[in-house]
């Protein structure tokens, strides 16, 4: 089979999922389900998740994990707003303290990237040692208090105003995924993430600069983390010292359940949105189904496991490897 | 002789309308060592791996101790008695010695192995063949050889009858390989039969007690012991085709300017003092054996590898140690080695592999113009004719000798000056081959200086404009102009003693 | 001034002692705390006094004014405002003794944690620890041991389930009970429709207030609850629940009830976003964000602990039993002091001093 | 000096570093009390830890473990709580559901094929979800906790009379027991074979199926001993019974010298890795930190270390092939 057609149709496949669920909570849930204002509240619900998850794909496809991207949310949540409560209000303050959050990010970033690209550490076991430190460094600003911003109107705007009916974390999503996604896949540097990801050593005798690769892929996962954090904060109009909290496993089931190999350099980014609203779904459905809470995490985890049992069937089939099985060995055509 | 072990017939195996193997006989007695000769392409590993079911057969019989079999995957190669040592180790680098050799018969009551049983078995046949190994020593802490070692141990402790060997001496050191002469001796006496399939053919002639030739696909040859006549038996594997264009060469020394020039150029440990100098329009050939710093030298040009002294000049210009950029800003390019860990991402598309050497000219602001990109991914696939001829495919997909084109379509596409090509043809048919011959020739006619490094004679002799014979990290030899012949560098590769007389001859 | 609060402490704490705790206990005649009379021997005397013949005694070893002292906090999060409210309310207290050392150790939102620290504390040689429980069963063996082990354990809001020092209680079930019966007051005679927002599941303290809860709606039949999911604790969590609980319900949702301020806060926002105003929320806990709240409006109420003062009661208990004969690991039932749960609207919002807000 | 030794010394080293450390800085940290009951601490987490190698040797994962020991402690409650059956019968059950869950994750990841990473992370949904269901509810229907209070399960959390704890005990018998399986038996050689080099392990007939599926039974057999530690100690379970001790577990066996990759690592190793961490997290207590402050220590630590150890690694590397080559220069000179 023509191979392109064949990758849209994986993709195609992804989708199908995403709608056959949607089709079963439409017909259990008629006239509440499939409604605008449900659509949107959808929406806002994967939005944090899904910026974070815009950045730690990147993180991901070099082959590497990130799991500060949580610790990265609350320091920048935190030092923001901790710089709004002593700014004057203004929209100068206000835009200062929304850099210095991304600034904490893009930092925190950037240590990653040169520790990770420099030696060979596991960057699971890293990267969740350093988000300790990290929420580490939010208790030292927050002094574990509640940073209450509700009078920053402006700053809270973004986490509260609509466009159109829809609220702007939605349209922030929407760039986030955009930029990422022509990041990824139309420009330079993507090409040389994939590259680098799928065989390091490949790309290095391409005359890739790989630790620049990796270093930039953790500073756009730290920015993600940050900015998704500034949302929250805005969401919340408060920056806490526990924020965010545990998105860091939400964002990495989302990617691994959206077929980005942990292993790196394959996968898409449309695979780990497609992870995110997976599960944004289902939970939303379950909760407008009145399900007791207690039942959703094992719904879930069946959905999951049924999702991707079907998506490796289904795409060993279509490789036409359905007679061999995946791991037999396939005679190549060369001697 | 013994009665036959292993007899196969009319043999046949077809890759893509080519026939990998024509009608090809093969017979071993027992307690026999046949030397399977041929170049590379000729149907050689092709026909082990039919004996060791990694292929299936498209026609012809397998007799093995006079009834007929059918050899569908390892595992029942394994239980005739048929074991190999590949080029490719196939050990479990964290386990012991003893562990992988016993792996899956281990001794054992209830599960629990009985390991210093198992360890005294191990080191006594360690100690009857003389092998420089400990019974638990880890694997992966043990050189090449040793580790070759370790894989016979595993193929003769499973009580095989017949075991091949697939380039055995390949990375292994003189006295290393004069063990492994030894062994084979033993195995003999106690009439275990082996295929030995080498490149080196003065220990093919020492140890042999026949030589079966293929050619193309087919038998060419059979040739005992007492027979054996060198010159005879190159002739049969080089075969009338390739005579005339590549047994011998007449090398001319180019008056072109010097593209690049390397001086006294040394990383201790890995090779010393290597000087030699590209011109436009040329192709050197750095050859010997494997592990005597070729690629080494290779890589530290290329800004891959560091070196201790010494510098690289490209048109006069002192380049940059380590830094793989500057070189090729310069116009450097390099087909590495190991095309499956240093050459290609196998999970992209031909497209995308070829297109990251190609981004300074695809892309404008950073952002990559996808008509280009796929336009160079069309055009790639064209020009080094790329089957199937789709970009859009994962190059892990393809065959060895296409993706070793898409390595090579990676540099193709740019303005090289200078290229540096690490073994192009291992593992690649002989179609594949061809054409990549023609890609490096038609290079030469653009003016691109070509340093490659290749251990294949045929092919040193059918590209080279001049030849260096490296050995142990050091520059033994330079053919440069005048004709050499295959049996030349064969034997200044080797070292053998006859080369002070050819080199009497010919410098 | 030590002493005026001291003597506060005791009364405070021996009032309901004298209600709740248990009698009986043997070994009264014991050695009382003569030998340590200190420089408040009055107290001493007094205490002796009040407790000879009511509970079992031990030998007085350390003076609380001179001893060099170790006392730990342990709250089930120390990073939250909870958490650092009651720790601060404590070092407030003991901040009076110069010689005692107070360290705070964080629970982690983690009963197991919570009660690995206790074990840590008690091979530390702490002379006592104030604990708020995130899990009341789990944490019953740690006590249990810390109390054998001599070390009076004084809890905050969720206890443990056994017998030990003190307790000083938020009161859950009352909360939950009090804003049932409010929000059935702003319903009316005709009812209404409610939602809940709950604690993660299993999580005690979100039990004790759906108890509470449920008891009040059951008094009141005309009111029905549609739906209950858990926001986890968490804002923005609470948000996105109150969105599916507007998707699925509208305008039918008269009422929603949160089982702490972050998610009432949540829900509120989340109202707010879309435009339902006039959603009755309440909230638990009374921390400062939830009163700003209430004064803009966002949300109608919450119930108000004063954690400041909650810490500083548990503090004062905890020195009580330092100083005096009693032998708290006797005691067959926990004495509680209760701290009133204070409803809190519109109406009396202001009345909460801005220094008694955490 | 085989290198697996020299690393193996080199992380013990670390772990006496920080001991001594701890030891000279603090003057509550070395007494009997205080090492006996980090010893327990170690407990529950190693003997998770013993049986994620197991799953990391392979090649794999398993972020089940810390749910399926909370499933299993609350099947044990659950049937304490509500059936009159004895305490063996109830064990056999406990037993039962613990194999049962790594019976679901062997063949998830090795029948189904799906990655070790996203099966045992849905599966771990499953389990939470189950012990939600089988939690004790109170009269109105509401999830609650409930101390146990049984002498035998009690006793389990006891001590010899030195202080030194049952689980402690338990802890070290169980790493014993791997040590030895993983090093003497067929069976535990297979899990480093199919680690290592999947592809010539089945060569040598191996059972991918079979080897999965063994590596995740043993997780769950551990998870099934932690649960009874974990019951000995709080003689309690409630619903975030086990959350995020997989997390600890993998950190620990990663830190014990556990590649991802497979093939590597060892009971002791872990133990070494277990202690380590353990250390870490009891020693920061000995001192007047701030909570912030505890955390950020502890978590640069494990950073620092992890540098080291990569950076000594490649140091150790470039030695092993300079060396070789020299040696092979040697010999070409001779």
């Excluded at chain 1, 974390?169 to 996604?181: A, Q, T």
């Excluded at chain 2, 050191?173 to 001796?185: A, F, G």
């Excluded at chain 3, 707010?272 to 409006?297: R, V």
Aim: proline letters at 2%; a negative charge.
């Amino acid at each position: 089979m023509n191979n392109q057609k064949t990758k849209k149709l994986y993709e195609f496949r992804k989708v199908a999922i995403l709608i056959a669920i949607c089709l079963v909570f439409t017909i259990l849930l008629p006239g509440v389900f499939l409604t605008w204002s449900n659509i949107r509240s959808i929406l806002y619900s994967v939005s944090l998740t899904g910026i974070m998850i815009c950045g730690a794909t990147f993180a991901v496809l070099i082959g590497g994990i990130d799991r500060t991207v949580s610790g990265n949310a609350a320091v920048a949540g935190a030092c923001c707003c901790s710089l709004l409560l002593s700014g004057d209000g203004s929209m100068g303050s206000t835009v200062l303290a929304i850099l210095a959050g991304l600034g904490c990010g893009i930092l925190s970033g950037l240590f990653h990237g040169l520790v990770l690209s420099r030696f060979d550490i596991p960057a699971f076991l890293m990267t969740l040692a350093t988000n300790q430190v990290l929420y580490g460094i939010v208790q030292y600003i927050t002094q574990n208090k509640l940073i209450n911003v509700m009078n920053a109107k402006a700053f809270n705007t973004i986490g509260s105003a609509r466009i159109l009916g829809i609220p702007v974390p939605v349209y922030i999503l929407l760039i986030c995924f955009l930029v990422s996604y022509v990041v990824l896949n139309h420009t330079v540097y993507g090409r040389n993430l994939y590259s680098v990801g799928g065989n390091r050593e490949a790309s290095k005798l391409s005359g890739i600069n790989c630790r620049k690769v990796i270093c930039i892929a953790y500073m756009i996962s730290g920015f993600m983390g940050a900015l998704s954090g500034l949302i929250l904060s805005s969401m919340n109009q408060q920056a806490s010292a526990t924020q965010a909290t545990g998105y860091e496993n939400d964002v990495l089931a989302a990617i691994v359940v959206g077929g980005i190999s942990l292993r790196g350099g394959s996968g898409t980014l449309q695979g780990a949105m497609f992870g995110a609203f997976l599960i944004g779904i289902i939970s939303n459905g379950l909760r407008l189904l009145g399900i007791d809470a207690i039942y959703h995490d094992l719904v879930k985890g069946v959905i999951i496991i049924a999702a991707i049992a079907f998506d490796m069937y289904s795409s060993y089939s279509m490789s036409g490897m359905k007679k061999r099985g995946p791991f037999r060995r396939k005679a190549s055509s060369a001697e | 002789m013994a009665e036959t072990l292993l007899e196969m017939k009319n043999i046949e195996k077809i890759f893509a309308h080519v026939h990998a193997l024509d009608h090809v006989n093969f017979e071993i007695c027992k307690g026999e060592v046949v030397s399977l000769l041929g170049e590379n392409g000729a149907g050689k590993s092709t026909l082990i791996k039919i004996l060791t079911g990694v292929y299936p057969k498209d026609g012809g019989e397998i007799f093995f101790e006079g009834k007929q079999v059918e050899i569908d995957n390892k595992h029942d190669a394994e239980k005739l008695g048929i074991a190999v040592i590949f080029q490719e180790l196939s050990l479990i680098p964290t386990l012991s010695v003893t562990q992988n050799i016993m792996l899956g018969k281990e001794m054992s009551t209830l599960g629990m192995i009985h390991y210093s049983a198992e360890k005294k078995k191990i080191a006594e046949l360690i100690q009857r063949y003389d092998f420089p190994l400990e019974a638990d020593a880890i694997v992966e802490t043990l050189s090449v050889a040793q580790r070759q070692m370790v894989e016979i141990l595993k193929a003769l402790s499973a009580d095989a009858k017949l075991i091949i060997m697939d380039e055995p001496t390949a990375s292994l050191s003189r006295k290393e390989s004069e063990v492994l002469y030894k062994i084979i001796n033993q195995l003999r006496d106690q009439g275990v039969s082996i295929i030995y399939i080498s490149h080196r053919l003065e220990e093919v002639f020492n140890l042999a007690d026949r030589i079966a030739i293929l050619r193309d696909g087919k038998n060419v040859g059979l040739v005992d012991r007492e027979e054996i006549v060198p010159g005879d038996v190159v002739k049969m594997m080089i075969g009338k085709r390739l005579s005339e264009a590549t047994a011998s060469r007449n090398l001319t020394l180019s008056d072109k300017e010097v593209v690049l020039e390397v001086k006294n150029l040394t990383h201790l440990g890995y090779y010393e003092n290597v000087s030699f100098q590209v011109h436009a329009g040329e192709v050197l050939v750095l050859t010997g054996l494997v592990g005597s710093g070729r690629t080494e030298v290779l890589r530290s040009i290329f800004g891959a590898d560091p070196y201790d002294s010494g510098q690289v000049i490209y048109r006069g210009e002192v380049l940059k140690k380590n830094r793989i950029k500057h070189t090729v800003s310069k116009g450097f390019g390099l087909i590495p080695e190991d095309r499956r860990t240093q050459g290609f991402a196998p999970l992209l598309s031909v497209t995308r592999n070829v297109a990251v050497t190609n981004y300074d000219a695809l892309a404008h602001m950073g952002f990559v113009n996808r008509a280009k990109e796929d336009e160079l991914g069309e055009a790639v696939v064209g020009m080094v004719d790329l089957r199937p001829a789709n970009p859009n495919v994962a190059v892990g997909n393809l065959s060895g000798g296409n993706q070793q084109k898409v390595v090579l379509g990676k540099w193709l596409t740019r303005d090289l000056n200078v290229i540096l090509i690490d073994e192009p043809t291992v593992g690649i048919d002989i179609g594949a081959k061809d054409e990549i011959y023609d890609f490096i020739e038609k290079m030469t006619m653009q003016g691109i200086a070509v340093l490659m490094v290749s251990s294949d004679i045929a092919e040193v002799l059918r590209v080279a404009h001049r030849i260096i014979v490296m050995k142990e990290g050091r520059v033994i030899r330079e053919f440069h102009d005048g004709a050499v012949t295959q049996e030349q560098i064969l034997l200044a590769q080797s070292g053998l003693k006859e080369q002070a007389k050819e080199e009497a001859q010919y410098e | 001034m030590r002493a005026k609060r001291l003597m506060a402490a005791l009364l405070a704490a021996l009032c309901v002692m004298g209600l709740t705790a248990c009698s009986g206990a043997a070994n009264a005649d014991n050695a009382s705390g003569d030998e340590a009379a200190s420089a408040d021997g009055e107290v001493q005397e007094a205490v002796g006094e009040v407790v000879e013949g009511m509970i079992a005694t031990k030998e007085v070893t350390v003076n609380p004014y001179t001893d060099e002292l170790k006392i730990g906090f342990i709250p089930s999060n120390a990073t939250e405002a909870n958490g650092t409210a009651w720790g601060e309310g404590i070092r407030e207290e003991l901040s009076y003794w110069p010689n005692i050392t107070y360290n705070i150790f964080d629970g982690e939102m983690n009963a197991d944690k919570q009660s690995q620290l206790v074990y840590d504390l008690i091979s530390q040689d702490y002379d006592g620890i104030i604990l708020q429980a995130y899990n009341s069963s789990i944490l019953a063996a740690a006590v249990e041991d810390a109390e054998a082990a001599g070390i009076p354990v004084v809890t905050i809001n969720l206890g443990a389930d056994t017998a030990y020092a003190g307790h000083v209680a938020m009161t859950d079930y009352e909360a939950g009970y009090a804003i049932g019966n409010k929000i059935s007051e702003a319903l009316g005679e005709e009812g209404g429709n409610v939602v809940v927002i709950q604690a993660t599941p299993g999580a005690t303290r979100g039990e004790e207030l759906e108890s509470g809860f449920q008891a009040s709606m059951a008094e009141h039949p005309e009111i029905t609850i549609l739906d209950e999911q858990t926001g986890e604790w968490n804002m923005e969590k609470a948000n996105t629940v109150m969105q599916d609980f507007l998707t699925s319900y509208g305008d039918e949702i008269d009422a929603v009830f949160c089982h702490n301020d972050q998610m009432a806060e949540g829900a509120g926002v989340a109202c707010q976003n879309l435009g339902y105003n006039d959603i009755i929320i309440w909230g638990a806990n009374g921390e400062s964000k939830a009163l700003e709240y209430i004064e803009q409006g966002i949300i109608t109420g919450t119930v108000y602990t004063n954690c400041y003062d909650q810490g500083a009661t548990a503090a004062r208990l905890l020195m009580m039993y330092l100083g005096s004969n009693i032998d708290t690991s006797t005691f067959t039932q926990t004495p509680v002091i209760k701290m009133p749960p204070i409803t809190v609207d519109s109406s009396n919002v202001a009345n909460i001093p801005q220094e008694d807000r955490w | 000096m085989r290198q697996e030794t020299l690393r193996r010394i080199i992380s013990f080293a670390l772990l006496v570093i920080l001991l001594v450390i701890f030891s000279a800085t603090s003057d509550t940290f070395l007494t009997a009390n205080n090492i006996m009951n980090l010893l327990r601490e170690c407990s529950v987490v190693g003997t998770l830890a013993i049986g994620v190698t197991m799953c990391i040797i392979t090649g794999g994962n398993d972020l089940s473990c810390g749910a399926l020991l909370g499933l299993v402690s609350m099947v044990i409650a659950n049937l304490y709580h509500y059936t009159a059956f004895s305490l063996e019968l109830i064990l056999a059950v406990g037993l039962l559901t613990a194999l049962l869950g790594g019976l679901l994750n062997g063949i998830c990841i090795s029948v189904l094929k799906i990655p070790d990473f996203v099966a045992t992370l849905s599966t771990g949904m499953i389990f939470t979800g189950l012990i939600y269901l089988f939690a004790i509810r109170n009269e109105s229907g509401l999830i609650t906790s409930e101390t146990i209070r049984n002498e035998t399960i009690a006793s389990w959390g006891g001590s010899f009379g030195n202080g030194l704890y049952y689980s402690t005990v338990v802890f070290f018998v169980v790493a014993i027991i791997a040590q030895v399986y993983l090093k003497h038996t067929k069976s535990g050689t297979y899990l480093y074979a199919m680690g290592a080099n999947r592809k010539s392990a089945e060569y040598s007939g191996i059972s991918f199926v079979k080897t999965k599926i063994t590596a995740f039974m043993i997780s769950a057999g551990t998870a099934f001993i932690g649960a009874l530690l974990l019951l000995g100690r709080n003689r309690a379970v409630e619903t975030a019974t086990g959350t995020g001790l997989e997390f600890q577990a993998i950190s620990a066996t990663v830190i014990g010298g556990c590649a991802f990759s497979g093939g590597r690592g060892d009971a002791i190793g872990t133990v070494i890795g277990v202690l380590f961490m353990q250390v870490l997290r009891n020693g920061i207590l000995k001192y007047n930190f701030s909570t912030q402050t505890q955390s950020v220590i502890s978590g640069v630590v494990i950073v620092v270390m992890l540098i080291f150890d990569a950076y000594y690694n490649e140091y150790m590397q470039k030695k092993t092939t300079k060396a070789s080559a020299v040696a092979r220069e040697k010999k070409a000179v001779n």
